[in-house]
């Protein structure tokens, strides 16, 4: 079954990275290679779930995240991210 997009959350560069969990590393890694890694701890979003800024890492390991398309994140808006 397709999830529905509830929210496109706009991907953005920031300059000092926000802290993630040791759980939240640990899960991507596995995923991830290190460049894209690197790149992805730099990265946050405006999450419309928590209403605050999140790092980018928390929204890819969250239960809501869908697909990252273009500079966006695709949410279901159904669970909140794991910090």
Do not use: N, W
């Amino acid at each position: 079954m397709a999830e529905v997009t509830k929210f496109e959350v706009k991907i953005y560069e920031v300059e000092k990275p926000k802290k993630v969990s040791k759980e939240v590393q640990a899960q991507i890694k596995g995923v991830a290679g290190g460049k894209m890694l690197k790149r992805m701890k730099r990265e946050a979003v405006a999450c419309p779930l928590v209403k605050d800024e999140v790092a980018f890492l928390a929204c890819f390991a969250c239960g809501s995240f869908i697909r990252r398309f273009k500079g966006t994140v695709h949410c279901a808006g159904i669970k909140p991210p794991v910090l």
